[in-house]
C-alpha cells in the first residue's frame, strides 16, 4: 500500500535542519496553534473555500465543477498572493504526493546530501507515509529526521520508528499551563516523549522559542537541561535556543517583543549550568 501525505514544499538543500547538507520535506496540517508561528499558512488544510483564486496573477489557481481549488505547480510563480489573503491559515499549494513521489524529489540530489528531514506543520500526522518514505530513504543509506512538536508517541509506530535516525523536538514551554495558553494543548506528552527519545539515542535536538509575554523561557530552558542532562552520554542533544520575531506571525502577535541579546546569552550560560555541551542561540 502507498500513503500520500499533502507536501507545502520541498527545499532541495538546507544546512540549518539538521547536520550537513539535506533535503527537507515541509508536510501540510498541525494539530497545534502556537501563538508565534512564523508559517501559519501551513497549519490547515484547504477548505476550497475559493477565496484566493481570484488573487492569483499566473491562473495558477482555478475552481473545478465540484467547487474544488485546484493549484497547477507548473504556472504558479511564488508570489504567495493567496497565502496573504488565505483567511484559514491554509495554502492552495499543496501536492497530495506518494511516499514514492516523494522519494523521486529527494533522489535528484543524491549524493550532494547528507540526509532529508521532514517538517511541518506538524509531520507525524501521517505516520505510515513518514515510515515508507524514510524506508526508502534508508535503501540509499540517507540519514532522516524528524522535525516535531513531539505529540506523536514514536514507540508506538515501529516501522517509522526504526527508519527514523533522530528527532528534533520543540519545548514550547516546561510548565503545562503556559503551554496550553501557547499551543492550544498541554505538554505532558511532548516531555514523556522528550525523555524517552533521549533515553535511546534518538533525541538530535531540543528547541525553545523565546517570546517574552507569553513563555516562561527561564524555567523551560533551566528544566528541560536539568532533565536531559542524564541522558547526553549516549547522545549530545543540542538545545537551540530560538528569539521570537515577528516576521510572517499573524497579525495579532506581530507587536511582541523580541528578546535581547543578553537574555538570550543568559538563557545559554543557563542551560549549560545544568550540563548542555552545546547550545545554539538564533
Ligand atoms: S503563489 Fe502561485 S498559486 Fe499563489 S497566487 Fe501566487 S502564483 Fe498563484
Ligand atoms: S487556500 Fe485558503 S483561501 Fe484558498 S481556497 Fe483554500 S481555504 Fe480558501
Given amino acids: 500500500m502507498t500513503h500520500r501525505a499533502p507536501v507545502n514544499r520541498i527545499i532541495r538543500f538546507s544546512s540549518v535542519d539538521g547536520p550537513g547538507n539535506r533535503t527537507v520535506v515541509f508536510l501540510q496540517g498541525c494539530n497545534y496553534n502556537c501563538r508565534y508561528c512564523h508559517n501559519p499558512e501551513t497549519r490547515a488544510l484547504c477548505c476550497h473555500c475559493g477565496d484566493c483564486v481570484a488573487h492569483c496573477p499566473a491562473g495558477a489557481l482555478k475552481k473545478d465543477a465540484d ?9 504558479c510563480v511564488f508570489c504567495d498572493a493567496c497565502i496573504r489573503v ?3 491559515d491554509a495554502s492552495p499549494r499543496i501536492r497530495s504526493l506518494t511516499a514514492k513521489e516523494t522519494f523521486e524529489e529527494i533522489e535528484k540530489q543524491i549524493p550532494y546530501i547528507r540526509g532529508v528531514t521532514v517538517s511541518g506543520g506538524e509531520c507525524t500526522l501521517y505516520p505510515s507515509y513518514l515510515a515508507e518514505l524514510f524506508r526508502l530513504c534508508k535503501e540509499l543509506s540517507l540519514e532522516t529526521l524528524l522535525d516535531t512538536n513531539g505529540t506523536l508517541d514514536l514507540f508506538s509506530r515501529p516501522a517509522l520508528f526504526d527508519v527514523t535516525d533522530g528527532v528534533m523536538l520543540d519545548v514550547k514551554a516546561w510548565d503545562a499551563r503556559v503551554h496550553r495558553a501557547l499551543t492550544d494543548h498541554g505538554n505532558g506528552d511532548v516531555l514523556r516523549h522528550m525523555i ?44 537551540k535556543i530560538i528569539a521570537f520575531r515577528p516576521a510572517g506571525v499573524r497579525k495579532e502577535y506581530a507587536s511582541f517583543a523580541t528578546p535581547d541579546p543578553p537574555y538570550l546569552a543568559y538563557l545559554s550560560d543557563l542551560a549549560k549550568s545544568e550540563g548542555m555541551r552545546e547550545v545554539i542561540l538564533i
Avoid: F, I
Fill in 67 to 75: 467547487g474544488h481549488v485546484l493549484y497547477a505547480y507548473e504556472a
Fill in 86 to 88: 488565505c483567511p484559514h
Fill in 196 to 239: 524517552a527519545l533521549a533515553e535511546c539515542g534518538k533525541l538530535h535536538e531540543v528547541r525553545t522559542v523565546v517570546m517574552p509575554e507569553m513563555v516562561d523561557a527561564e524555567r523551560t530552558v533551566r528544566q528541560t537541561a536539568r532533565a536531559l542532562a542524564p541522558y547526553l552520554h549516549l547522545y549530545p542533544v543540542r538545545y
